[in-house]
């Protein structure tokens, strides 16, 4: 069965010295998001069922603007380890997550 939570553009690289601010677009939901959180997680591996690990902190918070969340500058991968970027929303009266994953590049 498909994950409809998960970015379709997933597995996204990044390199060690990039800073890259990622978006969410909530617009096929039709209602604009509200209260988002958005976490950066250590996983296991990009595969199906990962392993969640230690969360990592982010400097900033994420910013709504319409149905698009961006998130804090995302930095500071290292290089071979998968990551996990998740954001929690709240359209209507449901809390939905959305992520995607990240592989950190040389």
């Known amino acids: 069965m498909p994950d409809y939570r998960k970015v379709s553009e997933s597995v996204i690289?990044?390199?060690e010295n990039e800073?890259?601010?990622?978006?969410?677009?909530?617009t096929k939901m039709g209602i604009k998001p509200l209260n988002p959180v958005v976490t950066l997680n250590y996983i296991s591996s990009?595969?199906?069922?990962p392993q969640k690990?230690?969360?990592?902190?982010?400097?900033?918070?994420?910013?709504?603007?319409?149905?698009i969340v961006t998130t804090p500058a995302i930095a500071g991968l290292k290089k071979n380890q998968y990551y996990r970027?998740?954001?929690?929303?709240?359209?209507?009266?449901?809390?939905?997550e959305a992520y995607f994953n990240i592989y950190g590049a040389g």
């Not at 990009?46 to 069922?49: E, I, Q, V």
């Not at 902190?57 to 603007?65: A, H």
């Not at 970027?85 to 939905?96: E, F, K, M, P, Q």
Request: hydrophobic share 35%; net charge negative.
């Open 13 to 15: 690289t990044q390199g």
């Open 19 to 26: 800073s890259i601010y990622y978006y969410f677009d909530f």
């Open 46 to 49: 990009y595969k199906r069922n």
């Open 53 to 67: 690990g230690e969360e990592i902190g982010l400097g900033g918070s994420p910013v709504i603007n319409d149905f």
């Open 85 to 96: 970027v998740s954001c929690l929303v709240d359209i209507g009266l449901n809390r939905i």
